[in-house]
T-cell receptor
Framework: AQKITQTQPGMFVQEKEAVTLDCTYD???????LFWYKQPSSGEMIFLIY??????QNATEGRYSLNFQKARKSANLVISASQLGDSAMYFC????????????????FGKGTLLTVNP | DAGITQSPRYKITETGRQVTLMCHQT?????MFWYRQDLGHGLRLIYY???????DKGEVPDGYVVSRSKTENFPLTLESATRSQTSVYFC???????????FGPGTRLLVL
């Protein structure tokens, strides 16, 4: 079973509108972390936002917010006031558990959602 | 502040050749990681390292070797390249006590 599922291969949004990118995860750990990364066409991976499993408030970073619904195991990324520069591939990722020797810091990635912002 | 760099950025090689991809970070981060990115698979972990001289396998380690003699360097070697190893390779690092992994710019590898 996939640990991270991004069900939207592609999404379109009009400039200045908000958009939600879906991410569901599967883990039996109580302690875990969820991340969103952006990959523009130039190829680099840019960290956007992080949510810890024990964080009670949804994470926010500027125009990005993470809609964390623990019972539903979802961690959707919300981008407000979309800009043309937001056009990119977006990856959801999860860090599970508390292992040793660095094993607890491995990230498992979803397959990504390609967001296109239309003018 | 250079951050995390990878070299070469682009590489073409032939089946059976040995290839080494370099990763260097200037932050003194304890943890370093190698991922490969392929269409339809997202990023998959190849190897990771918790500190100098401590490395461990990730999800797809076959055909790869790593070493970490110095904290700042984490080279990835393809001992005998195969076409299936054509991919984009990302190195990442993470400080101890922090959550975020920071990625290098990637190396595009083509194995003919």
């Amino acid at each position: 079973a996939q640990k991270i599922t991004q069900t939207q291969p592609g999404m379109f949004v009009q400039e200045k509108e908000a958009v939600t990118l879906d991410c569901t995860y599967d883990t039996s750990d109580q302690s875990y972390g969820l991340f969103w990364y952006k990959q523009p066409s130039s190829g680099e991976m840019i960290f956007l936002i992080y949510q810890g499993s024990y964080d009670e408030q949804n994470a926010t970073e500027g125009r990005y917010s993470l809609n964390f619904q623990k019972a539903r195991k979802s961690a959707n990324l919300v981008i407000s006031a979309s800009q043309l520069g937001d056009s990119a591939m977006y990856f959801c990722a999860m860090r599970e558990g508390r292992g040793s020797g660095g094993s607890n810091y491995k990230l498992t990635f979803g397959k990504g959602t390609l967001l296109t912002v239309n003018p | 502040d250079a951050g995390i760099t990878q070299s070469p950025r682009y590489k073409i090689t032939e089946t059976g050749r040995q290839v080494t991809l370099m990763c260097h970070q200037t932050w003194s981060h304890s943890y370093m990681f190698w991922y490969r990115q392929d269409l339809g698979h997202g990023l998959r972990l190849i190897y990771y390292s918790a500190a100098a001289d401590i490395t461990d396998k990730g999800e797809v380690p076959d055909g790869y070797v790593v070493s970490r003699s110095k904290t700042e360097n984490f080279p990835l070697t393809l001992e005998s390249a195969t076409r299936s190893q054509t991919s984009v390779y990302f190195c990442a690092s993470r400080p101890s006590g922090g959550e975020t992994q920071y990625f290098g710019p990637g190396t595009r590898l083509l194995v003919l």
